[in-house]
């Protein structure tokens, strides 16, 4: 059974840093690719950043050069660093695994509300 457990959302103050974790059951990584997602309240979920099970990373063009995402094989987590933050990305942000077959599989997510 795959299990994804998003952790470490919180309050922050703008230009603050968070640094969210997922920690993943049942599955490998390197048979993933890996994404963050992100709904604000009112708004479609929309992606945020991947990396791909080769290890390439892309991000939104609203979080490039703030965000970074990476993964720790040996814990079975992926990261999502959150820098210079911003009111604009208070949302629930959510940990997706597509494993080779197209199979997604979603944590149930971690709420981020940066003040301004």
């Known amino acids: 059974q795959v299990q994804l457990v998003e952790s470490g959302g919180g309050l922050v103050q703008a230009g603050g840093s968070l640094r969210l974790s997922c920690v993943a059951s049942g599955i490998i990584f390197s048979n993933n690719a890996m994404g963050w997602y992100r709904q604000a309240p009112g708004k479609q979920r929309e992606w945020v950043a991947g990396m791909s099970r080769t290890g390439i990373t892309n991000y939104a063009d609203s979080v490039k050069g703030r965000f970074t995402i990476s993964i720790d094989n040996h814990k079975n987590t992926v990261y999502l660093q959150m820098n210079v933050l911003k009111p604009e990305d208070t949302a629930d942000y959510y940990c997706?695994?597509?494993?080779?077959?197209?199979?997604?599989?979603w944590g149930k997510g971690t709420l981020v509300t940066v003040s301004s």
């Open positions: 997706k695994a597509v494993n080779r077959y197209g199979m997604d599989y």
